[in-house]
């Protein structure tokens, strides 16, 4: 199996992550390992790397890519929602650091052969792992059409979100749509004017896609999840980075950040803390990190890319 991914803004996360010889750190999204890497080159000697993935093939290259450092990595299948536990498993109470690095891998699109893409005619599956429930094209079949249209309105902000819903529903009544190929004929159909508007840059099944496979694999419920528990499983001065290319997935890793900062909320007349808040992480990053104009120029897919940090206090 060939596995292609570019990964983004590397020197970016090996900064803030602040990478140390003999150091133990989580990337929770190992891809084309090409964020694990650039830690294993700065963490030995006496370094480990715990990886993460929910998709085998991701596991399978990072095995062979990482073959070099395979004393100093830990390899684990499974859904960063369940870092906790896999920490726990491992019998790590605490890590220096954590990288997440959001979304699809290129491989995802091109190589998986499970219809992440609409310029690919492929089996409607969307699914990253197997721990996700329902395959793409069972779940357009099975959701009614205000499921549908709330999910092309929330996730891709489609503006023609309940015309595709009524769309889907009405061909999917005469014939199971079973390929990506079969659901952007649907899509294209019922966007108006998405043959050749001159407005509409992008697919018309762009937004479609994105928000299909972010509900089939429950993205959003998992990057909140993986917020939740991160703080805790850091050290005290251990760091947190997160890469997300989505503006609601960007707003959870944002709040959460945030909420981890808030200390004590009482009311200064308050002769002691009654509220319990302590402030857990320290934000590094006010603003979030964007790629530079080179990386973008050689990897348009980072163009969306933002990176948050905090340090554990
Ligand atoms: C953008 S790629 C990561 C690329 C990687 N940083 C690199 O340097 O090549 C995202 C990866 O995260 C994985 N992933 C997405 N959601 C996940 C989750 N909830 N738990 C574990 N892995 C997940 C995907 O399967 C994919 O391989």
């Known amino acids: 199996m060939s596995y292609f991914h570019i990964p983004v803004m590397t020197d970016q996360v090996i900064r803030r992550l602040d990478c140390r010889p003999g150091g133990v750190y989580v990337d929770c999204t190992l891809g084309g390992a090409g964020h694990s890497r650039a830690i294993l080159e700065r963490i030995l000697p006496g370094g480990v790397l715990i990886g993460l993935d929910r998709d085998a093939d991701a596991l399978e290259n990072a095995k062979r890519k990482l073959a070099r450092f395979s004393d100093h990595i830990r390899l684990i299948p499974g859904n960063f929602r369940d870092l906790a536990v896999h920490l726990e498993d491992l019998r790590i109470p605490a890590v220096d650091g954590i990288v997440a690095d959001l979304g699809l891998s290129r491989h995802h699109l091109e190589g998986s052969g499970r219809g992440f893409s609409f310029n690919r005619d492929e089996p409607l599956d969307m699914r990253m792992g197997p721990d996700a429930e329902a395959t793409a094209g069972e779940f357009i079949a099975a959701s009614e059409a205000d499921e549908l249209a709330r999910i092309f309105r929330e996730y891709g902000e489609e503006r023609w979100s309940r015309k595709i819903a009524q769309a889907i529903v009405r061909h999917r009544a005469r014939a199971d749509i079973q390929t990506s190929r079969q659901l952007a004929q649907v899509v294209e159909a019922a966007v108006p004017g998405s043959r050749g508007e001159a407005g509409r840059r992008i697919h018309p099944a762009t937004r479609v896609f994105m928000a299909l496979r972010i509900a089939v694999n429950r993205e959003l419920e998992n990057v909140a999840a993986l917020m939740e528990q991160a703080p805790r499983c850091l050290k005290s001065g251990g760091r947190l980075c997160v890469i997300s290319f989505h ?7 944002k ?3 945030r909420e981890s900062e808030n200390s004590c909320t009482c009311p200064p007349r308050f002769p002691q803390c009654i509220c ?8 590094l990053t006010r603003k979030p990190e964007r790629p530079n104009e080179s990386e ?3 990897n348009p897919m980072a163009r969306s890319a933002k990176l948050r940090a905090a340090e554990k206090l």
């Open 247 to 253: 503006s609601l997935e960007d707003r959870i890793v």
């Open 255 to 257: 709040h959460q950040m």
């Open 296 to 298: 973008i120029a050689a």
């Open 276 to 283: 319990g808040q302590k402030q857990i992480l320290r934000v």
